[in-house]
């Protein structure tokens, strides 16, 4: 999964060859071979009257075939490099595919299987080693249908060519026994990149109905960055496309939903729903929508109006207590007196869903349409009716209760304590919850002149259904879409399709994430900027996506909309061969990819399964928005991409189609080069991994902060920041420094690489630091970073002093300046030793006439441009030229270079562990 089968990075003008074709890794690519050879094999052999034993054993043996096709390239070998019939044995033994031939009953040779390797790769062709042997001509025509797989995934995978070239060599493909693959094929292409869920279902859709009618998946089926492509046969494609919108639209059909906003707390019923089932359904599933429901406003429970006593007295008793927990901090208005607790047993959560169902129904909000709303009882009707059928079992409400002057607590508390009297009566039960009680008539009507709640939704779910339909055709068909409001002044958010202003968002639509609110401006949103109503327009197929989208979230949204996260639901020839086509698939994010340990309540990434489920990843993440974060985020996906080794492509915007196995449009401009660019093939995947991790370590870092990661980042500035960074962790304490060892390790590592991209201001101070290893001891392992920079700051002091204090600028002053700074410096302090004077030698007075004089030449105007620096400049100079000096000092005399840079043999500088003498 970390080795490319097409499309991989190899460095120089060699990877142009390569840069067209999409990139993939080697067990995909092997996967799909034998998979396809299987499917190709299976059915045609059966065709044309093969017997199903015989089938069974060769079809297993193509597939052992097909996944060691490439033996070559899994074991690292070029292609003109010798194949043995050890090799195969090794690689039989290594994935386990002897065992699998032994399970299947097929008896074969390493070397048979060579011979069969080279009869599928043509380039091999012709040669037998020992054990070898020339394959008869079944077995030749069974190679056919492994080469034929390995051609249409290659034509595949090659973006200029694609699925209109597979048809084409599937047709004139000569080697099938039987006509039962030459009826014909028939290429869908969709682009929407507006719609990715959508597509996701019609995916699903077409491959569940190709394989209801056909018998077997389609041919090719892959929806990556806004396409989807499909290979369908073509006799019944018409049927196929048919079956497949209906089966993607289904979802669609809207059950019913409860809204609580946290605002005033009106309670609504939206979307679907027939009955009392769908309302206990729709709060059952959500618990803590129920506990929503049941509110009290927080001055009916505290001060001296409170009621808790008497809520206490009376439903204590029925087993039903409230939860206080929390109320002495709680800031709002509305206070659950039942939320959701992991310690609730049967009883509680039963009462809680009952309660809120009465609560809800009483506080429904009513139909805005006149003629509907003169039918539908208000909430005080519904209340008095509630009242009246208590009274009738015997229940009468306290006086208290009924006098509770905020409506909406009342409602919650008449609802619980309804709930809770049902336990104890079942004849109320009946009248409350039965087919012909209480909630029914409210939420249905009376089939006469009254009707009931549900009835001002209507259908929305066929409305989507239908705009979902209508979308998918006219994309199918390479058409515009054509609506009904063609003339209207309103455009979509999203598609710019003409909209009625009618058809504007609120908070009630159930399309998390767009905004509702706040005047912008922007061509298409009519809103007045004297009109407090926005209207954020949104056409029924985007409806219809972002409702789907919201269906499928599972709680994993964060009311943001989502990234376009790409990445393939499946790969290769025949993928959803083994898989439930239309239900079974997984649905991760990059949180379930890099968790170490499985939790019952989290899903797992299924490694086993991979090829067994479709995984639909990152589909519902979000871009962060802080540098930090996204630099951790752009870390985790590229780990992602590693281990589900599927692509992975994240847009900020729409898709655009990409060959890479790894793109991000997102990142800042320095990150984006310091990786390598937007677009990773596999290859290049670790190192930026590294890079990442290094970036996180040193923004999370005292002192060292996000500014120093991110020139870090820029390969042009790489270098002055970690030396930078080592001058700032060498200030650290031992025990703070070794919880840092890693990322201390990574940037003395790099700036002791050979491979550094340095500008001329690093390489001037680097030579400076070498000139002055004749002049300086080496450093100790303790010594303070002033006496590392000694050199440069005494160097520097002295032309400074020399411009402001004597106002001499010319060049012999300043080496006379520097020289005689440096000799007084050493004489006089103790801390500081110059080279050879543990050995009572003079001071190298030559030596830093020399050091002098390679500052005032190249240093001063060429790091400085012979001006004082500022003291950013001063501090990264000073960084550079302490690792400079430090690596410098150490480096054996024998193997010393006066011209040469830091990085050049600097990784050989440990061969000695003493300083240079």
Sequence with gaps: MTVSGKGGYIPGPGFAKREGFRNISLLDHLVSVARGSAVFAELDMRAAGIDDTKIRLRVALLIAVGFLHDADKILGLARTDELTPEHVENLLERFQVGRFLEQAGVNVSAAELLSMIHAVELSRSGTLKPGMRLLSAAENA?????????????????????????????????????????????????????????????????????????????????????????????????????????????????????IVPQGNGM????????????????????????????????????????????????????????????????????????????????????LRTEAAMIAVALGCTEPTLKALAAQVPAAEVREAELLATLAQCGHVAPAWLTAVAHRLSRQSLLGAWAAALTEQNEDLRERLFGDDGLLQLWLCGDKGNRAGLLDKN????????????????????????????????????????????????????????????????????PESFESSKAQTLVSPPVAAEHRLRTLMSEGRGNGDVPAYVSAPTMMGLFASLSMRADADFIQLNHYDLMRQEI??????????????????????????????????????????????????????????????????????????????????????????????????????????????????????????AACEALAVLNRLSDDKLN??????????????????????????????????????????????????????????????????????????????????????????????????????????????????????????????????????????????????????????RDKANSEATVADGAAKTQTSAEPNT
């Design 599 to 720: 939790k019952p309540d989290r899903p797992v990434f299924p490694e086993s399964e991979i090829y067994g489920q479709r995984l639909m990843f990152g589909r519902h993440t979000s871009i962060p928005a802080k540098t930090v974060e996204i630099i951790a985020f752009a870390r985790m996906m590229l780990q992602s991409a590693l281990r589900m080794g599927r692509p992975v492509h994240v847009f900020r915007g729409l898709p655009t189609p990409e060959n890479a196995f790894v793109h991000f449009d997102f990142l800042p401009g320095a990150i984006e080069r310091g990786i390598g660019g937007r677009s990773l093939r596999l290859e290049q995947i670790p190192p930026a991994i590294e890079l990442l991790r290094a970036l996180e370590a040193m923004s999370e870092t005292p002192n060292l902060g996000l500014e120093l990661a991110l020139r870090y980042a820029d390969p042009t500035t790489r270098f002055a």
């Design 739 to 892: 919880k840092l060892g890693s990322l201390r390790t990574t940037l003395q590592t790099f700036t002791r690489s050979p491979d550094i991209n340095m500008t001329p201001s690093d390489n001037v101070l680097i030579e400076f630091a070498r000139a002055m290893t004749r002049v300086q001891d080496a450093p100790s392992r303790d010594a303070s970073n002033a006496v590392r920079t000694l050199g440069l700051k005494v160097a520097l002091d002295a032309v400074e002093a020399c411009a402001t204090a004597l106002h001499q600028t010319g060049k012999e002053t300043q080496i006379a300046a520097i020289a005689g700074t440096l000799e007084n410096e050493f004489e006089r302090s103790s801390r500081l030793a110059w080279r050879g004077s543990q050995k009572q030698l003079p001071f190298p007075r030559v030596a830093a006439t020399a050091a002098a004089t390679l500052f005032v030449e190249k240093v001063w105007p060429i790091a400085f441009k012979s001006r004082p620096p500022a003291s950013k400049a001063r501090r990264i100079a000073m960084a550079v030229y302490q690792v400079a000096f430090e690596v410098e000092s150490y480096r054996p």
């Design 267 to 350: 309670r609504d019923i939206q979307d679907g729903g027939a009955g009392v089932d769908d309302l206990r359904e729709a709060l059952q599933d959500d618990p803590t929508c129920a506990a929503k429901s049941l509110f009290v406003h927080i001055d009916l429970l505290i001060g001296d109006a409170s009621l808790r006593d008497e809520i206490d007295r009376l439903f204590g008793p029925l087993g039903f207590a409230p939860n206080y927990a929390g109320i002495d901090k709680f800031a709002g208005k509305l206070f659950q007196i039942w939320p959701v607790r992991s310690a609730d047993d049967e009883l509680i959560r039963t």
């Design 142 to 258: 069974d190679c056919g249908y492994v080469r034929l797989a390995d051609r249409l995934e290659g034509l595949f995978l090659n973006s200029a060519l694609g699925p209109a070239a597979m048809v084409a060599e599937l047709q004139k493909f000569g080697g099938f026994r039987s006509p039962f693959f030459t009826t014909g094929w028939r290429v869908l292409h969709l682009r929407s990149g507006h719609t990715p869920f959508l597509l996701n279902a019609l995916q699903r859709g077409l491959s569940a109905q190709t394989v209801a009618l056909c018998g077997m998946p389609p041919l090719l089926e892959v929806h990556h960055d806004g396409e989807l492509f499909a290979i369908v046969p073509e006799p019944e494609a018409n049927r196929i496309i048919e079956g497949g919108i209906q089966r993607a639209t289904r979802p669609l059909n809207l059950s019913l939903r409860v």
């Design 458 to 525: 209507g259908d929305p779910g066929a409305a989507l259904v239908d705009a979902a339909m209508q979308w998918f055709k006219a994309v199918l068909g390479r058409r515009f879409m054509v609506s009904a409001t063609e003339d209207s002044a309103g455009r979509c958010h999203f598609t710019n399709l003409p909209v009625g202003i009618e058809v504007r968002i609120d908070s009630k639509s159930g399309l998390d994430g767009i905004k509702t609110s706040a005047f912008s401006g922007r061509e298409g949103r």
